[in-house]
């Protein structure tokens, strides 16, 4: 972060001047019987100097060993669960997998969770047009979306149970993953809500009629996943 980035650059000044103070460099000519030569030459001032400079070094040095480093080692194991949970509606998605919502957590791609890998997902997604694509490719799309909504309604405790590891990366973290949990209830609830029609009538996807219930809920599907996406793109930044 740029505070820690800030910290290491005064260390570093510290350092650099504790072993400029220890070397006893000679004053330069333009310095000579001037006040600046006092203030180098003081041997009180140049103890002074030294101690407080090489303090903030140990001091430093014990913050990195002892909580930095662990801190960071949890962070990365929490972030890599964290993953794993996300990835799991996301990986459903992008593989197709119609058996997403029983896999493992272990057994999920985390591929699919890299932010440029969301970002190419989210830039399909709006630019997706139905007649384009023949009716094959949008019944493979509906499953998609279908199986993703799945996999919400299979993992939305595990989200929710999750709120308490975001909250121990920060603050602002705990917040996304609150709205993160939120879309994925909204996606669970679609789950609940499908419409009461037969597995053969998948075929009339994409009718422009306004009474295509499962092309309705299609869209909400879209819609509730497009907004996972969004939000797990801030999530990645």
């Known amino acids: 972060s740029e505070s820690a980035a800030k910290l290491f650059l005064i260390v570093c000044m510290a350092f650099i001047l504790a072993v400029v103070v220890e070397c006893h460099i000679p004053v330069y000519p333009p310095f000579r019987q001037t006040v600046f030569e006092g203030l180098l030459t003081?041997?009180?001032?140049?103890?002074?100097?030294?101690?407080?400079?090489?303090?903030?070094?140990?001091?430093?040095?014990?913050?990195?060993v002892v909580d930095y480093l662990p801190r960071a080692r949890r962070e990365k194991v929490v972030d890599l669960l964290l993953s794993r949970v996300l990835a799991s509606i996301i990986d459903s998605y992008t593989r197709c997998r119609l058996f997403g919502h029983a896999t493992a957590l272990n057994g999920v791609n985390i591929d699919c969770v890299k932010l440029e890998s969301l970002e190419g997902i989210l830039q399909k997604l709006k630019s997706y047009k139905a007649p384009a694509l023949g009716a094959k490719k949008q019944q493979i799309e509906f499953h998609k979306l279908k199986y993703a909504v799945e996999t919400a309604h299979a993992r939305?405790?595990?989200?929710?149970?999750?709120?308490q590891l975001a909250a121990s990366l920060s603050p602002q973290h705990?917040?996304?993953?609150?709205?993160?949990?939120?879309?994925?209830?909204y996606m669970a609830r679609l789950y609940d809500e499908w419409p009461d029609i037969a597995?053969?009538?998948?075929?009339?996807l994409g009718s422009s009629s306004q009474y295509n219930l499962l092309a309705s809920h299609e869209e909400s599907m879209r819609s509730g996943f497009m907004e996972l996406i969004e939000q797990a793109i801030a999530w990645r930044r």
Do not use: P
């Open 174 to 185: 705990a917040l996304q993953w609150l709205i993160i949990c939120d879309k994925v209830r």
């Open 199 to 204: 597995e053969n009538q998948y075929q009339y």
């Open 42 to 64: 003081n041997n009180a001032l140049k103890r002074m100097i030294s101690g407080v400079s090489m303090g903030l070094t140990a001091a430093y040095l014990f913050y990195i």
């Open 156 to 163: 939305v405790d595990d989200f929710n149970h999750s709120l």
